[in-house]
């Protein structure tokens, strides 16, 4: 659902000439310093995109998911670095709160979200629990009216900025899987917290991973989500099909920038006396990237249109996010293939986006578990 | 101090423009559209005058068709507080624009008017200096710098040998030059917002202007495209080809 048409473009072209003036031509100092400039930060702040998804009441700008994923598209043709600054406190960092906190969780943390003035990040994964979200074993123990956390959490997106981390941990070790989950709210100042090096990682230099390390970390009972025990799971779940819409769409804009570079370079390169773009079988390449990204954008809009309606859209989200992220790095591989010998050095961008996408295929569920997910549903609604 | 901005919705910098394919005009269809970046400036700098606390009120102002609302709501997201959208369909030429111009100024009374110094669709450079013309305002064109210092504007104007400083006195009107200001982006929730910002819609008929054009456009062509140029060596070479291959010195 668009609210507006009119405020929407307006909206869509303020963000797509910021991508291109002030973004775009910073792509390489980002991937060689692994460091997004503080002015780029400042001037993200200011523009409000630290709060895209959080409501109007708590200073963000409460955009549908419509809007959301228009926005998307536009943010993912530049680095994704970029967009996984601002990625969190719109997505896996705030949507927790925002889903399922107390008014007073929403109240404290929101507003500071919003605006950028602290990151956020989303505490799931651990070294033996990946995919298998639910076996997690950090824990968090009830001493009075306090919880004691321990354990470690990996591959922590804006960990070393956070300045709150939603921790999933088991309450009640009695009960193994989902229903001993709960969520909290971590400050990142809380005694007992570390942060690990930074994961070196094979693309998206400019974000940083690593592992948070929680040792008898004290908080109050006030810091559960929703202040309530053994629903964490479900909040966790809930942020990530939600999230998946996000990545889908993310895929779709980087895939239409490599594709514009690649199309840019094809007409600009001769060989055998012609361009290259003159030929079928670079004729081909362009035309499977052209449709294979018209067919996922359609996707990623039909899903958010369904959910902006109110409709449970796990499948069409895990459809989308996994047709989107797979079809960006085909889109990305024939970039590179297009490229020829200058796709493969770092003198053009396509060689950076081929490693920058391959990321998409594997966080927020894995490809595998998207067909998973989208498997059991068939069989569910089938059985019924 | 009110200052009134006026605005242009042309066709966006980025985009390659092309002909029609009968030379009659500027193919316009499906091509994307945004504010002159010299109107940008404009807008800024009645904002940062705002934000100086020297300007107590920004209104903007187009004329043209419909869609360019769009263009005022992005000024009003910029921070202008209320615009002016002089509706009409018709190809506004700088003598009609200015006409318009100088009864809206009349109407609102403005202590400054900043302009951009031209548009970039067709680059005539008029309409700021007609404006001036019109209502017998003093004029500073192709500013680089504005300041307004005790009820006098001060503006240092890009010339061919340089710089030259103007004062003025107000009310007075200014047009643009790129060094003036650098166009901030516009905040999203302002972007928002401008929708609830009061826009008024009037007519060329009620202000009382006619702005049927008075030029013909016979017949529209792109600049002949150019060969690639080539790189040289050294100087003597360079000499060498103007000497022989261009035959421009002897
Ligand atoms: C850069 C980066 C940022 C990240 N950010 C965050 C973050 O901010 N917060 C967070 O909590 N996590 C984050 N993650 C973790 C990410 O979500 C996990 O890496 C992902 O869920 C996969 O888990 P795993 O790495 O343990 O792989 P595994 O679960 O060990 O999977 C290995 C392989 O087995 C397959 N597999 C697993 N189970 C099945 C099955 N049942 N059927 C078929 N195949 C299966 C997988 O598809 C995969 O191919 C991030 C990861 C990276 C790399
Ligand atoms: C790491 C690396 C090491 C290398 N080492 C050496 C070396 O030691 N010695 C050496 O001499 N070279 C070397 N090369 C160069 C390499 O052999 C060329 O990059 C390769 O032959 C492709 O040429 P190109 O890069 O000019 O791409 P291009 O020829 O410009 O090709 C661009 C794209 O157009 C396609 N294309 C071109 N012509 C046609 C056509 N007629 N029909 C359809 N498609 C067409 C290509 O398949 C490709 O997809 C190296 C390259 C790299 C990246």
Redesign the interface.
Known sequence: MIR?Q??M???L???R??V?E?LIPREEEVAETDEIPEDIVS?MR????F??TIP?EF???GVTMEEEVNIAFELGRTSPAFRSFIGTNNGIGSIGILLDGTEEQKATYLPKLASGEILSSFCLTEPDSGSDAASLRTTAVRDGDHYLINGTKRYITNAPHAGIFTVMARTDPEIKGAKGISAFIVEATTPGITIGKCDKKMGQKGAHTADVIFDNVRVPSSALIGENEGVGFKTAMKVLDKGRLHIAAIAVGAAERVLEDSLRYAMERKQFGRPISDFQLIQAMLADSKAEIYAARCMVLDAARRRDDGLSVSTEASCAKMFATEMCSRVADRGVQIHGGAGYVSDYAVERFYRDVRLFRLYEGTTQIQQVIISRNMIREAQQ | MKVLVAIKRVIDYNVKIRVKSDHSDVDLTNVKMAMNPFCEIAVEEAVRLKEKGVATEVVVVTIGPKAAQEQLRTALALGADRAIHVETDLRVESLGAARALAKIVEEQQPGLVILGKQAIDTDNNQTGQMLAALTGLPQGTFASEVAVEDGRLRVTREIDGGLETLELTLPAIVTTDLRLNEPRYAKLPDIMKAKKKPLEVRTPADLGVELASRIKLLKVEPPAERQAGIKVGSVDELIDKLKNEAKVIS
């Open positions: 507006d009119e405020t473009q307006i909206l072209d303020s963000i000439s910021f291109n002030a001037q200011d523009m409000g995109l709060g895209l109007e200073g963000g700008l």
